[in-house]
């Protein structure tokens, strides 16, 4: 009994040591985009903070309710140097950087 608790305990510490993604998450109701008029079905999503480290949508992480791994570089990663490379980098009113994909909508860019 002594060496299942043991184990249990390392197991727990094992996982949320090695837990790269925002605890907190919100639902994001579904919506039609004013710029396209396409729908983006309601989800899950990582509450707002100052970086993507910890985002669904982020390298390295993987979205708990869907089990998509994320693809987006990092901020201030090497991948993040090129992101966007050859577009028009905008800068939202938030501070926000990000290009019109040739969909039209908006594509935003890891911090650099």
Known sequence: MKKLLVLLGFLSIATFASAQTNSN???QSGYYKSS???YVQPHMKTTTNSTNHDNYTTTGNTNSYTGQSGSRAKDY???AKNYGSGQNIQTGPNGGQYYINSNGNKVYVPKR
């Open 36 to 38: 396209t008029g396409t």
């Open 25 to 27: 998450s919100r639902y």
């Open 77 to 79: 990663s090497s991948g």
